[in-house]
């Protein structure tokens, strides 16, 4: 018999789901029920998301500065909160947990104004406009990077570290084995939905300055936008080299684990997927990012010596072939950063959310809860 209904809410991005899809394997380990409130976007990751049922709630951004636009916006976030009290009200949540994403706004508001415990997640190392919003609102904030003692809220802050899928906990069970010279070299390449653009463009540029011999043991796996598939298959088609590329990879964990270097975005996601799996990692920051937030998740990693951090503007197609080249002719190199970054990793993080999750339905104090030493 179920302990009683969690409803968790994401906005539709990998970043935002990832996450609430790892406490959602705790918590029904736990004997919870889990409902997931989205928005359409995450249709492509519902398949493995153990909701025992996904609802979604009208919800939009106030991005604009167009008054019919703002007007329009505010009128859906209306219609959202009260799709939002309804499903509240039918379900009798014990809790409401919020991930970030704008679809997370009515649901969160909804359950704060009928008294129902609320808390927030926060990924990044800087809180998102979502969040931003709901904070002053919620029982409890938990954050993957925030700081415990500093930032707005400090007396309801909890570090919890990012929660990760079972998949990745399973890539982390593989040890790191260096690729020694002759041996095939397997390069993870990712992006993002927003950031994959520019790796479709530089790496295969920077693959064909490679040597014959190195350009030989090279086994890509890169994600790209639908709109650049042919584009670069026809590149590692003239390059003659093993590739396989695609807009979604359904086991990236898996393929992150079987990487000899990772070359992406630092999405907090994937910083922390990255830290528990334990894989050596180029990281380019989203350049256009809000608030720069993903240059703060890498430098969190960076500071641990497990990645490289460089800039996208400082990045050429040439200087990414000297560090392919460099990384392919020091096995040793990688090896320490892939040791130095699985030293980073939080693989508790679920747990740790799951504990909190449940001293707030349970509407315990957050203080007691600090002290408790998560």
């Known amino acids: 018999m179920s302990k009683g209904i969690i409803l968790l809410a994401a906005g539709g991005t990998g970043g935002h789901v990832f996450p609430a899809e790892a406490l959602a394997y705790k918590l029904k380990e736990r004997g919870y029920s889990v409902h997931l409130v989205t928005d359409s976007r ?8 153990p909701a025992d049922e ?45 991930f970030g994403g704008y679809p997370t706004v009515p649901p969160l508001l909804a ?43 400090p007396e309801k802050t909890v570090t919890t570290g990012n ?25 993870v390449v990712f992006g993002g939905s927003q950031g994959a653009q520019y790796f479709s463009k530089a790496v295969p540029t920077a693959i064909s300055l490679l040597e014959e011999p190195l350009r030989k043991r090279l086994r890509i796996t890169q994600q790209v936008r639908p709109e650049d598939m042919e584009t670069v298959n ?43 799996i334990g894989r050596p990692a180029i990281l380019v920051p989203y350049p256009y990012a809000l608030d720069h937030d993903q240059a703060a998740n890498a430098a969190a990693l960076a500071a641990t010596g497990g990645v ?14 000297t560090i392919l080249r460099g990384a392919m002719t020091m096995p040793e190199k990688l090896a320490k950063m892939a040791a130095a970054a699985k030293r980073a990793g ?29």
């Open 42 to 49: 995450a249709e492509r990751y519902a398949g493995k998301f």
């Open 54 to 98: 996904i609802h979604v709630v009208p919800s939009a951004t106030i991005g604009s500065k167009n008054p019919v636009k703002v007007a329009r916006s505010l009128w859906t976030l209306w219609t959202g909160m009260r799709a939002a009290r309804k499903l509240i009200r039918t379900i009798k949540p014990l809790c409401v947990v919020g």
């Open 111 to 153: 359950a704060t104004r009928m008294g129902v415990p609320a808390m927030i997640h926060e990924q990044n190392a800087v809180m998102g406009r979502a969040n931003k919003a709901l904070a002053a609102r919620v029982q409890a904030i938990a954050g993957g990077f925030l700081p415990e003692n500093g930032g707005t809220f």
């Open 163 to 187: 929660p990760v899928r079972p998949a990745v906990i399973e890539a982390a069970r593989q040890p790191y084995v260096p690729s020694v010279p002759d041996d095939p070299f397997n390069l």
């Open 234 to 276: 026809s590149c590692t088609r003239k390059l003659d080299m093993g590739a396989d590329i695609a807009p979604f990879f359904s086991d990236m964990a898996e393929r992150i684990g079987a990487a000899h270097l990772v070359l992406c975005r630092s999405g907090a996601s994937t910083v922390s997927e990255l830290a528990v």
């Open 308 to 321: 490289k951090v460089i800039p996208q503007s400082e990045l050429t197609p040439e200087k990414l072939s």
């Open 346 to 374: 939080k693989p508790d993080a679920a747990s740790l959310l799951a504990d909190m999750v449940e001293a707030i339905a349970a509407k315990r104090s957050i203080q007691d809860f600090k002290g408790a030493g998560v």
